[in-house]
Protein backbone atom coordinates (compact mmCIF):
# COMPACT_ATOMS: atom_id res chain seq x y z
CA UNK A 1 0.00 0.00 0.00
CA UNK A 2 1.59 3.11 -0.60
CA UNK A 3 1.94 6.40 1.32
CA UNK A 4 -1.13 8.78 0.38
CA UNK A 5 -0.22 11.79 -2.18
CA UNK A 6 -2.72 15.10 -2.31
CA UNK A 7 -3.94 15.17 -5.87
CA UNK A 8 -2.85 18.55 -5.46
CA UNK A 9 0.60 17.63 -4.41
CA UNK A 10 0.72 15.42 -7.91
CA UNK A 11 -0.72 17.94 -10.23
CA UNK A 12 2.58 20.59 -8.64
CA UNK A 13 5.29 18.38 -9.38
CA UNK A 14 3.51 17.51 -13.20
CA UNK A 15 3.76 21.11 -13.88
CA UNK A 16 7.37 21.65 -11.84
CA UNK A 17 8.57 18.74 -14.03
CA UNK A 18 7.52 20.32 -17.16
CA UNK A 19 9.33 24.21 -16.04
CA UNK A 20 5.78 25.43 -15.49
CA UNK A 21 6.34 25.76 -11.73
CA UNK A 22 9.11 26.36 -9.33
CA UNK A 23 10.25 23.36 -7.08
CA UNK A 24 9.91 23.31 -3.52
CA UNK A 25 13.34 22.34 -2.88
CA UNK A 26 16.14 21.17 -5.21
CA UNK A 27 19.58 19.23 -4.39
CA UNK A 28 21.72 20.96 -6.85
CA UNK A 29 25.45 19.22 -8.39
CA UNK A 30 25.49 15.97 -6.81
CA UNK A 31 25.99 12.92 -7.71
CA UNK A 32 23.06 10.45 -7.95
CA UNK A 33 23.33 7.02 -6.93
CA UNK A 34 20.73 4.99 -9.36
CA UNK A 35 20.19 2.31 -7.46
CA UNK A 36 18.25 0.94 -11.06
CA UNK A 37 20.85 1.03 -13.14
CA UNK A 38 24.02 0.85 -11.09
CA UNK A 39 25.41 4.27 -12.30
CA UNK A 40 26.80 6.76 -10.70
CA UNK A 41 25.44 9.81 -12.38
CA UNK A 42 26.01 13.53 -11.84
CA UNK A 43 22.22 15.09 -11.66
CA UNK A 44 19.84 17.36 -9.53
CA UNK A 45 16.86 16.20 -7.93
CA UNK A 46 13.73 18.59 -7.67
CA UNK A 47 10.94 17.77 -5.07
CA UNK A 48 7.96 19.30 -4.85
CA UNK A 49 5.73 18.14 -1.62
CA UNK A 50 6.49 14.75 -0.38
CA UNK A 51 7.47 13.67 -4.06
CA UNK A 52 10.47 13.67 -6.62
CA UNK A 53 9.58 15.60 -9.20
CA UNK A 54 12.44 15.26 -11.49
CA UNK A 55 15.92 14.55 -11.75
CA UNK A 56 17.71 16.09 -14.82
CA UNK A 57 20.85 17.33 -16.01
CA UNK A 58 22.88 19.66 -13.90
CA UNK A 59 22.56 23.21 -13.99
CA UNK A 60 19.60 23.09 -16.13
CA UNK A 61 17.11 24.44 -13.26
CA UNK A 62 17.53 27.03 -10.22
CA UNK A 63 13.91 27.66 -9.39
CA UNK A 64 12.68 26.53 -6.50
CA UNK A 65 11.72 28.06 -3.24
CA UNK A 66 14.84 26.32 -1.89
CA UNK A 67 18.08 25.43 -3.63
CA UNK A 68 20.59 23.06 -1.57
CA UNK A 69 24.57 22.64 -2.63
CA UNK A 70 24.98 18.98 -2.73
CA UNK A 71 27.99 19.35 -4.67
CA UNK A 72 30.89 16.74 -4.06
CA UNK A 73 28.12 14.39 -2.72
CA UNK A 74 26.37 11.37 -3.80
CA UNK A 75 22.52 11.35 -2.96
CA UNK A 76 20.55 7.77 -2.64
CA UNK A 77 17.27 6.71 -2.00
CA UNK A 78 16.18 6.35 2.02
CA UNK A 79 17.44 3.05 3.04
CA UNK A 80 14.79 0.69 4.03
CA UNK A 81 15.60 -2.12 7.06
CA UNK A 82 13.53 -5.18 5.80
CA UNK A 83 13.56 -7.50 9.21
CA UNK A 84 13.81 -5.86 12.83
CA UNK A 85 12.41 -6.19 16.14
CA UNK A 86 12.90 -2.40 17.31
CA UNK A 87 11.97 -3.97 20.85
CA UNK A 88 15.17 -5.57 20.90
CA UNK A 89 16.88 -1.73 21.08
CA UNK A 90 14.92 -1.42 24.21
CA UNK A 91 13.15 1.69 22.23
CA UNK A 92 9.84 2.68 21.86
CA UNK A 93 8.94 3.78 18.27
CA UNK A 94 9.63 7.19 18.38
CA UNK A 95 12.88 7.04 20.61
CA UNK A 96 13.99 4.20 18.12
CA UNK A 97 13.26 6.52 15.13
CA UNK A 98 15.05 9.36 16.44
CA UNK A 99 18.05 6.69 16.40
CA UNK A 100 18.36 5.78 12.99
CA UNK A 101 16.58 8.38 10.99
CA UNK A 102 20.06 10.78 10.92
CA UNK A 103 21.33 7.38 9.54
CA UNK A 104 19.65 7.41 6.79
CA UNK A 105 17.09 4.88 7.39
CA UNK A 106 13.52 5.81 6.51
CA UNK A 107 11.32 2.91 5.97
CA UNK A 108 11.30 -0.38 8.56
CA UNK A 109 9.37 -3.46 7.97
CA UNK A 110 8.95 -4.39 12.09
CA UNK A 111 8.02 -7.45 13.58
CA UNK A 112 6.42 -6.55 17.13
CA UNK A 113 6.55 -10.50 18.09
CA UNK A 114 8.05 -9.52 21.51
CA UNK A 115 5.17 -7.38 22.13
CA UNK A 116 3.12 -10.01 21.14
CA UNK A 117 4.60 -12.70 22.88
CA UNK A 118 4.03 -10.17 26.44
CA UNK A 119 0.71 -8.16 25.58
CA UNK A 120 -0.65 -10.15 22.36
CA UNK A 121 -2.63 -8.48 20.02
CA UNK A 122 -2.91 -5.22 22.46
CA UNK A 123 0.71 -5.52 22.17
CA UNK A 124 1.14 -5.33 18.29
CA UNK A 125 -1.60 -2.75 18.17
CA UNK A 126 0.50 -0.21 20.38
CA UNK A 127 3.29 -0.71 18.41
CA UNK A 128 0.82 0.28 15.33
CA UNK A 129 -0.16 3.24 16.88
CA UNK A 130 2.84 4.66 18.46
CA UNK A 131 4.34 4.39 15.64
CA UNK A 132 1.91 7.01 13.43
CA UNK A 133 2.90 10.19 12.69
CA UNK A 134 6.87 9.44 12.83
CA UNK A 135 9.57 10.97 10.33
CA UNK A 136 10.78 6.79 9.86
CA UNK A 137 8.05 4.91 8.03
CA UNK A 138 7.07 1.47 10.04
CA UNK A 139 5.60 -0.95 8.18
CA UNK A 140 4.33 -3.59 10.71
CA UNK A 141 3.97 -7.25 10.28
CA UNK A 142 1.54 -9.81 11.92
CA UNK A 143 3.72 -12.12 14.61
CA UNK A 144 2.95 -15.39 13.32
CA UNK A 145 4.36 -17.88 16.70
CA UNK A 146 3.04 -16.64 19.27
CA UNK A 147 4.45 -18.52 21.31
CA UNK A 148 7.10 -19.42 18.71
CA UNK A 149 7.54 -23.53 20.22
CA UNK A 150 4.12 -24.09 22.10
CA UNK A 151 3.98 -27.22 24.31
CA UNK A 152 7.74 -25.90 24.79
CA UNK A 153 7.87 -22.72 26.28
CA UNK A 154 4.78 -20.31 27.35
CA UNK A 155 4.76 -16.91 27.18
CA UNK A 156 2.12 -14.31 27.91
CA UNK A 157 -0.69 -14.90 25.36
CA UNK A 158 -1.29 -17.83 22.25
CA UNK A 159 -2.27 -16.33 19.28
CA UNK A 160 -3.93 -18.26 16.82
CA UNK A 161 -5.08 -17.77 13.01
CA UNK A 162 -8.02 -15.88 13.96
CA UNK A 163 -5.99 -13.46 15.83
CA UNK A 164 -3.18 -13.16 12.80
CA UNK A 165 -6.22 -12.90 10.45
CA UNK A 166 -7.38 -9.79 12.54
CA UNK A 167 -4.14 -8.38 12.56
CA UNK A 168 -3.19 -8.74 9.05
CA UNK A 169 -6.39 -7.10 7.71
CA UNK A 170 -5.20 -3.72 9.63
CA UNK A 171 -4.18 -1.66 6.53
CA UNK A 172 -0.68 -0.42 8.81
CA UNK A 173 0.67 -4.27 8.36
CA UNK A 174 2.47 -5.48 5.41
CA UNK A 175 2.54 -9.22 6.23
CA UNK A 176 2.87 -12.07 8.20
CA UNK A 177 6.37 -12.08 10.27
CA UNK A 178 8.64 -13.94 10.65
CA UNK A 179 7.02 -17.77 10.57
CA UNK A 180 9.58 -19.55 13.28
CA UNK A 181 7.56 -22.95 14.05
CA UNK A 182 9.60 -24.69 11.46
CA UNK A 183 8.40 -28.24 12.42
CA UNK A 184 4.98 -27.19 12.49
CA UNK A 185 5.30 -26.12 9.37
CA UNK A 186 6.97 -29.31 8.04
CA UNK A 187 5.29 -31.27 10.22
CA UNK A 188 2.04 -29.94 9.29
CA UNK A 189 0.61 -28.76 12.41
CA UNK A 190 -2.65 -27.45 12.38
CA UNK A 191 -2.00 -24.45 14.20
CA UNK A 192 0.69 -23.32 11.77
CA UNK A 193 -0.97 -24.84 8.72
CA UNK A 194 -3.67 -21.97 9.95
CA UNK A 195 -1.25 -19.49 10.77
CA UNK A 196 0.31 -18.88 6.74
CA UNK A 197 -3.05 -20.25 5.11
CA UNK A 198 -4.07 -16.70 7.19
CA UNK A 199 -0.62 -14.95 5.72
CA UNK A 200 -1.24 -16.09 2.06
CA UNK A 201 -5.30 -15.32 2.23
CA UNK A 202 -4.02 -11.41 2.93
CA UNK A 203 -2.18 -11.08 -0.18
CA UNK A 204 0.18 -10.16 1.94
CA UNK A 205 4.28 -10.61 2.27
CA UNK A 206 5.01 -13.83 4.51
CA UNK A 207 8.34 -13.77 6.22
CA UNK A 208 10.19 -16.73 7.71
CA UNK A 209 13.35 -18.18 9.80
CA UNK A 210 14.90 -21.41 7.94
CA UNK A 211 17.65 -21.63 10.99
CA UNK A 212 19.65 -25.08 10.66
CA UNK A 213 17.65 -26.45 7.73
CA UNK A 214 18.56 -28.58 5.32
CA UNK A 215 18.57 -28.49 1.71
CA UNK A 216 15.65 -30.84 1.60
CA UNK A 217 13.98 -28.95 4.07
CA UNK A 218 14.00 -25.75 2.97
CA UNK A 219 12.54 -26.86 -0.47
CA UNK A 220 9.77 -28.45 1.68
CA UNK A 221 9.22 -24.79 3.48
CA UNK A 222 8.98 -22.84 0.79
CA UNK A 223 6.68 -25.12 -0.59
CA UNK A 224 4.41 -23.97 2.30
CA UNK A 225 4.47 -20.77 1.38
CA UNK A 226 7.46 -19.23 3.30
CA UNK A 227 9.35 -16.64 1.24
CA UNK A 228 11.92 -15.18 3.00
CA UNK A 229 15.10 -16.21 5.63
CA UNK A 230 17.42 -14.15 7.64
CA UNK A 231 18.65 -16.62 9.81
CA UNK A 232 22.65 -17.15 8.60
CA UNK A 233 24.97 -18.31 11.23
CA UNK A 234 27.32 -20.38 8.84
CA UNK A 235 29.29 -20.17 5.96
CA UNK A 236 27.17 -21.23 2.64
CA UNK A 237 24.10 -19.80 4.68
CA UNK A 238 23.52 -17.13 1.86
CA UNK A 239 24.10 -18.65 -0.85
CA UNK A 240 21.71 -22.07 -0.53
CA UNK A 241 18.90 -19.51 0.52
CA UNK A 242 19.13 -17.43 -2.43
CA UNK A 243 19.96 -20.49 -4.67
CA UNK A 244 16.84 -22.08 -3.32
CA UNK A 245 14.34 -18.99 -4.07
CA UNK A 246 14.20 -17.62 -0.17
CA UNK A 247 14.28 -13.93 -0.32
CA UNK A 248 17.58 -13.58 1.98
CA UNK A 249 17.26 -10.73 4.45
CA UNK A 250 20.72 -10.69 4.98
CA UNK A 251 22.16 -9.32 8.49
CA UNK A 252 25.32 -8.41 9.72
CA UNK A 253 24.99 -9.73 13.46
CA UNK A 254 28.07 -12.09 12.88
CA UNK A 255 30.64 -9.88 10.81
CA UNK A 256 33.09 -12.78 9.78
CA UNK A 257 30.33 -14.39 7.66
CA UNK A 258 30.39 -10.99 5.63
CA UNK A 259 33.38 -11.56 3.75
CA UNK A 260 32.32 -14.54 2.01
CA UNK A 261 29.11 -13.87 1.61
CA UNK A 262 30.58 -10.86 -0.70
CA UNK A 263 32.97 -12.89 -2.30
CA UNK A 264 30.12 -15.61 -3.32
CA UNK A 265 28.12 -12.64 -4.19
CA UNK A 266 30.63 -10.94 -6.90
CA UNK A 267 31.13 -14.68 -8.38
CA UNK A 268 27.38 -14.49 -9.39
CA UNK A 269 26.66 -13.29 -12.49
CA UNK A 270 23.94 -10.88 -11.28
CA UNK A 271 23.47 -9.63 -8.20
CA UNK A 272 20.13 -11.43 -7.09
CA UNK A 273 17.31 -9.36 -6.82
CA UNK A 274 15.56 -11.32 -3.44
CA UNK A 275 18.84 -10.15 -1.38
CA UNK A 276 17.83 -7.29 1.27
CA UNK A 277 19.10 -6.16 4.09
CA UNK A 278 18.34 -5.99 7.70
CA UNK A 279 19.17 -5.45 11.14
CA UNK A 280 17.31 -7.81 13.38
CA UNK A 281 18.03 -7.02 17.06
CA UNK A 282 19.95 -4.08 17.78
CA UNK A 283 20.96 -2.24 20.81
CA UNK A 284 20.11 1.87 21.30
CA UNK A 285 24.07 2.03 22.17
CA UNK A 286 24.89 0.13 18.92
CA UNK A 287 22.89 2.31 16.74
CA UNK A 288 23.95 5.65 18.06
CA UNK A 289 26.97 4.66 18.21
CA UNK A 290 27.67 1.94 15.12
CA UNK A 291 24.12 2.50 13.25
CA UNK A 292 21.96 0.30 11.85
CA UNK A 293 21.88 -0.82 7.67
CA UNK A 294 23.70 2.37 6.82
CA UNK A 295 26.54 0.17 9.30
CA UNK A 296 25.88 -2.97 7.26
CA UNK A 297 26.30 -1.34 4.20
CA UNK A 298 30.02 0.48 5.30
CA UNK A 299 30.86 -3.04 6.05
CA UNK A 300 29.79 -4.58 2.87
CA UNK A 301 31.35 -2.11 0.71
CA UNK A 302 34.39 -2.15 2.94
CA UNK A 303 35.10 -5.84 2.36
CA UNK A 304 34.37 -5.45 -1.33
CA UNK A 305 30.85 -5.21 -2.27
CA UNK A 306 30.52 -2.26 -5.19
CA UNK A 307 28.61 0.93 -3.20
CA UNK A 308 26.37 1.13 -5.84
CA UNK A 309 25.31 -2.55 -5.03
CA UNK A 310 25.68 -2.70 -1.46
CA UNK A 311 22.51 0.39 -1.37
CA UNK A 312 20.90 -1.50 -4.25
CA UNK A 313 20.23 -4.13 -1.73
CA UNK A 314 19.07 -1.66 0.97
CA UNK A 315 16.71 0.18 -1.03
CA UNK A 316 15.84 -1.16 -4.60
CA UNK A 317 15.39 -4.85 -3.77
CA UNK A 318 13.75 -3.78 -0.49
CA UNK A 319 10.90 -1.72 -2.11
CA UNK A 320 10.70 -4.41 -4.92
CA UNK A 321 10.22 -7.11 -1.83
CA UNK A 322 7.46 -4.68 -0.27
CA UNK A 323 5.62 -4.01 -3.28
CA UNK A 324 6.35 -0.25 -2.86
CA UNK A 325 6.95 1.26 -6.32
CA UNK A 326 7.05 4.60 -4.31
CA UNK A 327 10.26 3.94 -2.68
CA UNK A 328 13.76 2.49 -3.05
CA UNK A 329 14.91 4.46 -6.47
CA UNK A 330 15.78 8.56 -6.78
CA UNK A 331 13.38 9.25 -9.72
CA UNK A 332 9.90 11.17 -10.38
CA UNK A 333 6.79 10.20 -8.85
CA UNK A 334 8.71 8.63 -6.43
CA UNK A 335 8.15 9.48 -2.54
CA UNK A 336 11.27 12.07 -1.71
CA UNK A 337 13.29 9.55 0.64
CA UNK A 338 16.60 10.76 0.09
CA UNK A 339 20.19 10.21 2.18
CA UNK A 340 22.82 13.48 1.32
CA UNK A 341 25.94 11.41 1.92
CA UNK A 342 29.80 12.70 2.15
CA UNK A 343 30.67 10.15 0.59
CA UNK A 344 30.10 5.68 -0.42
CA UNK A 345 32.84 5.07 1.41
CA UNK A 346 31.86 6.35 4.93
CA UNK A 347 28.30 6.65 4.54
CA UNK A 348 28.08 9.64 6.05
CA UNK A 349 24.62 11.07 6.19
CA UNK A 350 24.84 14.68 5.45
CA UNK A 351 21.39 15.51 5.52
CA UNK A 352 18.32 12.64 5.22
CA UNK A 353 14.90 13.83 3.78
CA UNK A 354 11.70 12.06 4.46
CA UNK A 355 9.27 12.47 2.14
CA UNK A 356 10.56 15.98 1.05
CA UNK A 357 11.07 17.02 4.68
CA UNK A 358 14.60 17.64 5.90
CA UNK A 359 14.60 15.45 8.76
CA UNK A 360 18.60 15.48 10.27
CA UNK A 361 21.54 16.89 9.55
CA UNK A 362 25.52 15.79 10.46
CA UNK A 363 23.34 13.32 12.60
CA UNK A 364 21.41 15.68 14.74
CA UNK A 365 17.27 15.04 14.31
CA UNK A 366 15.79 18.36 13.18
CA UNK A 367 12.04 17.32 13.37
CA UNK A 368 10.13 15.73 16.42
CA UNK A 369 10.36 12.28 17.12
CA UNK A 370 7.53 11.35 19.90
CA UNK A 371 5.40 8.12 20.44
CA UNK A 372 1.87 8.87 19.16
CA UNK A 373 -1.00 8.40 21.53
CA UNK A 374 -1.11 4.98 22.60
CA UNK A 375 -2.14 2.47 25.35
CA UNK A 376 1.67 0.69 26.56
CA UNK A 377 1.30 -2.52 27.92
CA UNK A 378 2.43 -2.17 31.64
CA UNK A 379 2.34 -4.23 34.96
CA UNK A 380 3.57 -7.99 32.77
CA UNK A 381 5.82 -9.29 35.71
CA UNK A 382 3.93 -11.03 37.55
CA UNK A 383 6.16 -12.57 39.99
CA UNK A 384 6.85 -12.22 43.96
CA UNK A 385 10.39 -12.13 45.58
CA UNK A 386 12.88 -15.04 45.05
CA UNK A 387 15.21 -16.41 47.49
CA UNK A 388 18.65 -17.73 46.85
CA UNK A 389 17.31 -20.97 47.56
CA UNK A 390 15.36 -20.86 44.37
CA UNK A 391 18.61 -20.76 42.30
CA UNK A 392 19.91 -23.82 43.88
CA UNK A 393 19.67 -27.07 41.50
CA UNK A 394 18.05 -29.74 43.59
CA UNK A 395 18.07 -33.63 42.37
CA UNK A 396 15.91 -36.42 43.85
CA UNK A 397 17.00 -38.88 45.38
CA UNK A 398 18.86 -41.72 43.84
CA UNK A 399 16.23 -44.49 42.74
CA UNK A 400 13.38 -42.17 42.58
CA UNK A 401 11.15 -42.04 39.65
CA UNK A 402 12.95 -39.07 37.89
CA UNK A 403 15.89 -42.15 37.43
CA UNK A 404 13.14 -43.85 35.76
CA UNK A 405 13.21 -46.53 38.17
CA UNK A 406 11.03 -47.65 40.88
CA UNK A 407 11.83 -45.47 44.05
CA UNK A 408 13.45 -47.67 46.99
CA UNK A 409 11.63 -47.43 50.41
CA UNK A 410 14.61 -45.30 51.62
CA UNK A 411 15.93 -43.27 48.69
CA UNK A 412 19.16 -42.85 49.43
CA UNK A 413 21.13 -39.55 48.84
CA UNK A 414 23.15 -38.89 45.86
CA UNK A 415 26.65 -37.38 46.41
CA UNK A 416 27.71 -37.30 42.82
CA UNK A 417 25.51 -37.22 39.79
CA UNK A 418 25.96 -37.39 35.77
CA UNK A 419 23.86 -34.21 34.29
CA UNK A 420 22.86 -33.08 31.09
CA UNK A 421 24.03 -30.65 29.89
CA UNK A 422 23.79 -26.96 28.03
CA UNK A 423 26.59 -26.45 25.71
CA UNK A 424 27.61 -23.35 23.59
CA UNK A 425 25.84 -19.99 22.98
CA UNK A 426 22.84 -19.69 20.67
CA UNK A 427 24.63 -22.71 18.80
CA UNK A 428 24.10 -25.58 21.43
CA UNK A 429 24.87 -29.18 21.96
CA UNK A 430 24.35 -31.42 24.44
CA UNK A 431 26.77 -32.06 26.69
CA UNK A 432 27.19 -33.95 29.74
CA UNK A 433 29.41 -33.39 33.41
CA UNK A 434 30.06 -35.41 36.41
CA UNK A 435 28.98 -33.04 39.43
CA UNK A 436 28.77 -33.18 43.50
CA UNK A 437 25.46 -32.97 45.04
CA UNK A 438 25.62 -31.08 49.00
CA UNK A 439 22.35 -31.42 50.85
CA UNK A 440 20.77 -32.22 47.81
CA UNK A 441 21.61 -29.22 45.43
CA UNK A 442 24.58 -29.06 42.55
CA UNK A 443 27.71 -27.75 43.37
CA UNK A 444 28.35 -25.97 40.03
CA UNK A 445 31.38 -27.36 38.87
CA UNK A 446 34.73 -25.11 37.03
CA UNK A 447 33.41 -24.41 33.41
CA UNK A 448 29.99 -24.11 33.83
CA UNK A 449 26.89 -21.68 35.28
CA UNK A 450 23.68 -22.19 35.86
CA UNK A 451 20.83 -20.94 33.79
CA UNK A 452 17.21 -20.50 35.20
CA UNK A 453 14.39 -19.62 33.20
CA UNK A 454 10.69 -18.47 35.35
CA UNK A 455 7.49 -18.46 33.70
CA UNK A 456 6.49 -14.73 34.73
CA UNK A 457 3.46 -13.81 32.88
CA UNK A 458 0.86 -15.20 35.55
CA UNK A 459 -0.40 -18.05 33.51
CA UNK A 460 0.89 -21.15 35.36
CA UNK A 461 2.96 -20.97 38.93
CA UNK A 462 6.30 -20.03 38.35
CA UNK A 463 8.54 -22.59 39.02
CA UNK A 464 12.02 -22.02 38.93
CA UNK A 465 13.61 -24.48 35.90
CA UNK A 466 17.33 -24.46 35.99
CA UNK A 467 20.58 -26.24 34.08
CA UNK A 468 24.08 -26.32 34.05
CA UNK A 469 25.37 -24.41 31.04
CA UNK A 470 28.99 -24.55 29.27
CA UNK A 471 31.11 -21.95 26.99
CA UNK A 472 30.21 -19.19 28.85
CA UNK A 473 33.45 -18.48 30.90
CA UNK A 474 35.68 -20.48 33.29
CA UNK A 475 35.07 -18.02 35.99
CA UNK A 476 32.04 -16.04 37.24
CA UNK A 477 31.66 -13.16 40.17
CA UNK A 478 27.93 -12.66 39.74
CA UNK A 479 24.71 -12.87 38.17
CA UNK A 480 22.66 -10.97 35.23
CA UNK A 481 18.82 -11.35 35.75
CA UNK A 482 16.49 -10.19 32.59
CA UNK A 483 12.52 -9.71 31.40
CA UNK A 484 14.46 -9.33 27.95
CA UNK A 485 14.59 -13.15 26.89
CA UNK A 486 13.69 -13.47 23.46
CA UNK A 487 11.31 -14.67 22.55
CA UNK A 488 8.64 -15.28 25.48
CA UNK A 489 10.65 -12.63 27.73
CA UNK A 490 10.11 -14.82 30.51
CA UNK A 491 12.52 -14.30 33.33
CA UNK A 492 15.96 -15.51 33.03
CA UNK A 493 18.83 -15.81 35.09
CA UNK A 494 22.96 -16.50 35.11
CA UNK A 495 24.81 -17.02 37.77
CA UNK A 496 26.71 -19.23 40.14
CA UNK A 497 25.88 -18.11 43.60
CA UNK A 498 22.16 -18.33 44.55
CA UNK A 499 22.53 -14.97 46.38
CA UNK A 500 23.78 -13.24 44.20
CA UNK A 501 21.44 -14.43 41.21
CA UNK A 502 18.44 -13.62 43.88
CA UNK A 503 19.52 -10.40 44.00
CA UNK A 504 19.87 -9.54 40.41
CA UNK A 505 16.17 -11.65 39.74
CA UNK A 506 14.80 -9.45 42.37
CA UNK A 507 16.39 -6.19 40.93
CA UNK A 508 14.37 -6.89 37.73
CA UNK A 509 10.97 -7.87 39.74
CA UNK A 510 10.83 -4.65 41.42
CA UNK A 511 11.07 -2.20 38.37
CA UNK A 512 8.35 -4.66 36.51
CA UNK A 513 10.94 -6.06 34.24
CA UNK A 514 14.37 -5.01 33.06
CA UNK A 515 17.90 -6.33 33.46
CA UNK A 516 20.33 -6.06 36.87
CA UNK A 517 24.16 -7.34 37.10
CA UNK A 518 25.07 -7.77 40.47
CA UNK A 519 27.74 -9.58 42.50
CA UNK A 520 28.84 -9.91 46.15
CA UNK A 521 25.27 -9.34 47.02
CA UNK A 522 25.00 -6.13 45.43
CA UNK A 523 23.58 -4.58 42.25
CA UNK A 524 26.45 -3.07 39.79
CA UNK A 525 24.31 -2.18 37.16
CA UNK A 526 20.31 -1.84 35.95
CA UNK A 527 18.14 -1.12 33.57
CA UNK A 528 14.11 -0.47 33.92
CA UNK A 529 11.92 -1.92 31.51
CA UNK A 530 7.99 -0.90 32.34
CA UNK A 531 6.59 -1.43 29.64
CA UNK A 532 6.08 -5.31 28.81
CA UNK A 533 9.65 -5.64 30.53
CA UNK A 534 11.04 -5.02 27.42
CA UNK A 535 10.80 -1.42 26.75
CA UNK A 536 11.89 1.95 28.53
CA UNK A 537 10.18 5.18 28.37
CA UNK A 538 13.58 6.88 28.30
CA UNK A 539 15.42 8.89 25.24
CA UNK A 540 17.68 6.91 23.00
CA UNK A 541 20.76 8.44 24.94
CA UNK A 542 19.45 7.47 28.21
CA UNK A 543 19.27 4.04 27.48
CA UNK A 544 22.51 3.79 25.44
CA UNK A 545 24.71 4.62 28.39
CA UNK A 546 22.50 2.75 30.91
CA UNK A 547 23.54 -0.24 28.17
CA UNK A 548 26.84 0.52 28.02
CA UNK A 549 27.00 0.51 32.27
CA UNK A 550 25.29 -3.59 31.95
CA UNK A 551 27.92 -4.21 30.03
CA UNK A 552 31.09 -3.11 31.04
CA UNK A 553 29.02 -4.83 34.56
CA UNK A 554 28.72 -7.98 32.80
CA UNK A 555 31.95 -7.86 31.35
CA UNK A 556 33.56 -7.87 34.98
CA UNK A 557 31.39 -10.76 36.69
CA UNK A 558 32.53 -13.08 33.30
CA UNK A 559 30.32 -12.72 30.68
CA UNK A 560 32.55 -13.68 27.36
CA UNK A 561 32.42 -11.84 24.16
CA UNK A 562 30.93 -14.75 22.37
CA UNK A 563 29.91 -15.22 19.00
CA UNK A 564 27.85 -12.33 18.72
CA UNK A 565 28.63 -8.20 18.08
CA UNK A 566 26.61 -7.79 20.92
CA UNK A 567 27.35 -10.17 23.95
CA UNK A 568 24.76 -8.95 26.20
CA UNK A 569 22.28 -10.80 22.99
CA UNK A 570 23.66 -13.88 23.70
CA UNK A 571 21.84 -13.57 27.19
CA UNK A 572 18.93 -12.87 25.58
CA UNK A 573 18.79 -15.27 23.03
CA UNK A 574 20.05 -18.48 24.97
CA UNK A 575 15.74 -19.05 25.67
CA UNK A 576 15.48 -19.15 21.80
CA UNK A 577 13.25 -22.58 21.58
CA UNK A 578 12.93 -21.84 17.86
CA UNK A 579 16.77 -22.94 17.18
CA UNK A 580 18.34 -25.89 17.15
CA UNK A 581 19.92 -27.69 19.89
CA UNK A 582 19.00 -27.95 23.64
CA UNK A 583 17.76 -25.03 25.04
CA UNK A 584 15.95 -24.15 28.80
CA UNK A 585 12.64 -22.57 29.04
CA UNK A 586 9.92 -21.79 31.65
CA UNK A 587 8.68 -24.96 30.96
CA UNK A 588 12.09 -27.14 31.61
CA UNK A 589 15.02 -28.76 29.69
CA UNK A 590 13.94 -28.79 25.72
CA UNK A 591 15.66 -29.80 22.63
CA UNK A 592 15.12 -27.29 19.31
CA UNK A 593 16.25 -30.11 16.69
CA UNK A 594 13.65 -32.51 17.89
CA UNK A 595 11.49 -30.35 19.26
CA UNK A 596 10.82 -32.50 22.56
CA UNK A 597 10.82 -31.68 26.52
CA UNK A 598 13.61 -33.63 27.94
CA UNK A 599 12.71 -35.13 31.22
CA UNK A 600 15.39 -33.66 33.50
CA UNK A 601 18.93 -33.07 34.04
CA UNK A 602 20.19 -36.51 35.40
CA UNK A 603 21.41 -38.99 33.06
CA UNK A 604 20.28 -42.72 33.35
CA UNK A 605 22.46 -45.04 35.01
CA UNK A 606 23.12 -42.03 37.69
CA UNK A 607 24.43 -43.09 40.95
CA UNK A 608 25.69 -42.24 44.47
CA UNK A 609 28.90 -42.90 45.84
Do not use: N
Given at each position: MRDQVDAGVRARAVRAALGDEPFDLLLSGGRVVDVGTGELRLADVGVVGQ???SVHPPGRRDDAAEVVDCAGTHIAPGLIDMHVHFESSMLTPGAYASAVAPRGTTTVFCDPHELANVAGVDGVRYAVEASRGLPVRFIVQ????????????????????GD????????????LAEVMDMLGVLGADDRMVGVVKAGLDSGKLVSGHAAGLGPAQLQA???????????????????????????????????????????????????PAHLVLCTDDLFAGTLLREGGIDHLVRRLVAYGMPPARAIRAATYHSAYRLGRPDLGLVAAGRLADLVVLDDLLSFHA????????????????????????AEPPLKTVRLGPLSPGDFVLRLPPVGTEADGVGAPAVAPPRRRARLRSVHGIISTAWGEVDVDVEAGGVVVPRGHILQAVVHRHGRVPPTVQMALVSGWGDTWDGAIATTVSHDTHNLVVFGRDPEDMAVAANAVIATDGGVAVASGGSVLAQIALPIAGILSDRPAAEVARAQEHLLLAARAIGLPEGVLS??????????LACLPGPHVTDLGLMDGTTGELVAGPVLAGSASL
Open positions: LVAAPSCVPPQPGLELSGHDLDAVALMLAWPEVGGYLCAGIESDHEVFFQGDVLARLRAGLTVELRGMIDGLLPEVVAHLAALPELREVYAGGVRIARDGRLLVPCADAPQPLMQVFAST
